[in-house]
């Protein structure tokens, strides 16, 4: 089952600024859960693979499809945890501040804050 919780660690900088903290809602995920998620992911694809197997012309998309089937679906039998959320004041407004997430996470991060424009690096309190 997934449990919603805070990372801590994690600062913010804004170019001649001085760092600052900012906190993210972490959803960590079991391995019941994990594979679940990689299943619901890889299933659909599969079904459509052997679906468009019969199908001139269309079958030669079998092997993209289970590919993409077996990369999707381990990058999620991987993944222990997801970020839900990400506060913090910003550098230049000191105001606290929603930032929006990308797709894919990664530190460090780039984002813009939503209040001043201003480019804002995230990355552990250690780097």
Known sequence: MSSPGAAAGLRGT????????????????????????????????LLLAVLVIPIPGVHLSVPFLVGL?????????????????LQGHCGCSDRPQ???LPDRLGLP???????????????????
């Open 14 to 45: 804004v170019y001649g600024k001085p760092p600052f903290a900012v906190s993210a809602g972490v959803e960590t995920f079991g391995p019941g859960q994990r594979r679940l998620r990689a299943l619901k992911l890889a299933g659909p694809l």
């Open 69 to 85: 089937a077996l990369v999707l679906g381990w990058r999620r039998l991987r993944q222990t945890e997801r970020i839900t959320s």
């Open 98 to 100: 929603d930032y929006e």
């Open 109 to 127: 991060l780039t984002l813009r804050c939503p209040g001043c424009r201003e480019f804002v690096k995230i990355e552990g309190s250690g780097g």
